[in-house]
């Protein structure tokens, strides 16, 4: 029977056709907590780093009813700083972060050094298809229950930005015109 992580590995290992990850250990600050672990594709799709984690949905939260979430980043770039920061965050915040739709998270420095991006802001991956993130079954075959994962996206923005949608809300940002995989890009708002 497989395991729980076994199942997710395997759901993500569908949708990269076939393109090897690398597994990136970010050891656990949570007491009776395993570390979380960021899976990085270079590639997938095209010329995008994704890093997906795996770990935080491992801990609870009050607003977690429908599944707990798992975190997937995808930018242009070669830099695994990036995949590093969404298991950073995903480990540092996990039980006290809802990350839900809309959630902004101020990383407080830049991310990587290509690029002044200091915060992300949580909503939909945009590389998945809506059946590829909501409602992943990870349970064991029979079991009562849900043990279900939701992929969440995680988007870098700049610190005028952060402040946009804090003034402005989310979907306001998202109606501006950005590309959310251009690491590089200047500020939109």
């Not at 990269?16 to 600050?29: K, L, Y």
């Not at 570390?35 to 995008?48: H, K, R």
């Not at 950073?88 to 101020?106: H, K, Q, T, V, W």
């Not at 993130?133 to 700049?158: A, C, F, K, M, S």
Request: a negative charge; one cysteine or more; glycine letters at 10%.
């Amino acid at each position: 029977m497989a395991s729980r992580v076994e199942k997710y590995l395997a759901h993500l290992d569908h949708l990269a056709g076939g393109v090897e990850p690398r597994f990136f250990p970010v050891e656990s600050t949570k007491p009776g907590l395993p570390g979380v672990t960021t899976v990085v594709y270079q590639g997938m799709p095209e010329d995008l780093l994704t890093a997906l984690t795996y770990g935080l949905s491992l801990a609870e939260h009050p607003e977690w009813r429908d599944g707990s979430p798992e975190l997937c980043l995808s930018v242009r770039s070669t830099d695994t700083a990036w995949a590093h920061a969404a298991g950073f965050l995903a480990e540092g915040l996990r039980g006290s972060c809802p990350f839900s739709y809309g959630n902004i998270i101020d990383f407080g420095e830049p991310v990587a050094a290509e690029s002044d991006m200091t915060a992300f802001c949580v909503f939909a991956p945009s590389v998945l298809d809506r059946e590829d993130y909501v409602g992943i079954d990870v349970g064991p075959r029979g079991h009562e229950g849900h043990d279900t994962i939701n992929i969440q996206g995680l988007y870098p923005i700049h610190e005028a930005e952060r402040q946009f949608v804090t003034e402005h809300g989310l979907e306001a940002f998202w109606r501006l015109e950005w590309d959310p995989y251009d690491v590089r890009r200047a500020p939109v708002a």
